[in-house]
């Protein structure tokens, strides 16, 4: 069991979706994806990030 989201899952079900022509949505951008990388350089910049995403 996990409380992790299965993105590859979704993005499967958008693709086949797209091809049958059906309505589809864009995934929502990943909290963590947008601030991983500026938290490691800098802690203040990854929250100001964390706030304007």
Excluded: C, F
Excluded at 31 to 52: C, G, H, P, S
Aim: charge should be positive; avoid cysteine; aromatic fraction near 10%.
């Amino acid at each position: 069991m996990s409380n992790n989201l299965n993105r590859v899952w979704d993005l499967g079900h958008i693709i086949h979706n797209l091809m049958l022509g059906k309505d589809y949505e864009i995934p929502k951008k990943s909290v963590y994806q947008a601030i991983r990388k500026e938290t490691v350089n800098d802690v203040n910049k990854a929250i100001e990030t964390y706030y304007l995403t």
